[in-house]
C-alpha cells in the first residue's frame, strides 16, 4: 500500500475544501458538467494532462477526478504566504518554468508512489483561450519513468470565468471532459 504524501490533517483539509468550497462552486455557481469521471483510475499512479486557461483549473479538476491530485504549480506562488500554504494543502508543488526542473520532476514521481494522481498542464501556463499550442514534454517523461497511464482531460469554458475587465468570477457553465486514450485498458 502507498504510503500518504500528506499529513493526515493536509488530507482532511484538502477534502474540506473540496467539498464545501470548490465542489459546490462547480456545480451550482459555475453550472459545471463532468463528462466520463467513472473512466478514471481511482487507485495507481495515473498522470493527468490538460489545457489550462483560468486560475480555477487546478481546484476544478481535481474535484473531477475523485482523488487527490498533486499539480505542478509556478514557484512564484508558493513566495505568497497564505496561498503557498493553501496550495500545498491541495497537493502542489513549484516548479521552475522555462527549465527541466528535476526537483519539480521528483516531486510528481514521489506524488505518483504515494498514491496521488500527478496533473500536469501541457502548455506549462495559462493560455487565452485554453488551446494547446506548444505542449511541453514533461508529462511523457514523467509517466514513462513510472510507467503510469496518461489520462488527457480537457476544460472548455473555465476561460470565460474571469472576464477582461472584471474582477469577480463569472457565474458561466464550464465542462471537464475526461477523453479515452485508444488503446489504454485502463479506460475501456
Known amino acids: 500500500m502507498p504510503q500518504q504524501r500528506e499529513p493526515k490533517i493536509s488530507l482532511a483539509l484538502y477534502h474540506l475544501f473540496k467539498w464545501t468550497v470548490v465542489n459546490p462552486s462547480l456545480h451550482v455557481y459555475f453550472r459545471g458538467q463532468i463528462h466520463n469521471a467513472e473512466r478514471v483510475p481511482q487507485q495507481g499512479p495515473l498522470v493527468v494532462v490538460s489545457n489550462h486557461a483560468s486560475d480555477f483549473d487546478p481546484p476544478i479538476l481535481s474535484n473531477c477526478m475523485g482523488r487527490p491530485v498533486a499539480f505542478m504549480a509556478?514557484?512564484?506562488?508558493?513566495?505568497?504566504?497564505?496561498?503557498?500554504?493553501?496550495?500545498?494543502?491541495?497537493?502542489?508543488?513549484?516548479?521552475?518554468?522555462?527549465?527541466?526542473?528535476?526537483?519539480?520532476?521528483?516531486?510528481?514521481?514521489?506524488?505518483?508512489?504515494?498514491?496521488?494522481?500527478?496533473?500536469?498542464?501541457?502548455?506549462?501556463?495559462?493560455?487565452?483561450?485554453?488551446?494547446?499550442?506548444?505542449?511541453?514534454?514533461?508529462?511523457?517523461?514523467?509517466?514513462?519513468?513510472?510507467?503510469?497511464?496518461?489520462?488527457?482531460?480537457?476544460?472548455?469554458?473555465?476561460?470565460?470565468?474571469?472576464?477582461?475587465?472584471?474582477?469577480?468570477?463569472?457565474?458561466?457553465?464550464?465542462?471537464?471532459?475526461?477523453?479515452q486514450l485508444r488503446g489504454l485498458s485502463h479506460f475501456k
Not at 488551446?131 to 480537457?154: E, F
Open 74 to 179: 509556478k514557484e512564484e506562488l508558493f513566495q505568497v504566504p497564505v496561498l503557498s500554504t493553501l496550495i500545498r494543502w491541495y497537493g502542489a508543488y513549484p516548479v521552475k518554468r522555462g527549465s527541466a526542473d528535476r526537483s519539480a520532476i521528483r516531486a510528481a514521481l514521489a506524488s505518483l508512489d504515494q498514491g496521488w494522481a500527478a496533473g500536469i498542464f501541457l502548455q506549462g501556463t495559462r493560455t487565452l483561450d485554453g488551446r494547446i499550442t506548444d505542449p511541453k514534454h514533461g508529462a511523457a517523461l514523467i509517466a514513462s519513468k513510472i510507467q503510469a497511464p496518461l489520462l488527457p482531460v480537457c476544460l472548455w469554458g473555465t476561460d470565460k470565468i474571469i472576464s477582461k475587465g472584471k474582477n469577480l468570477p463569472q457565474s458561466t457553465p464550464s465542462k471537464s471532459f475526461i477523453r
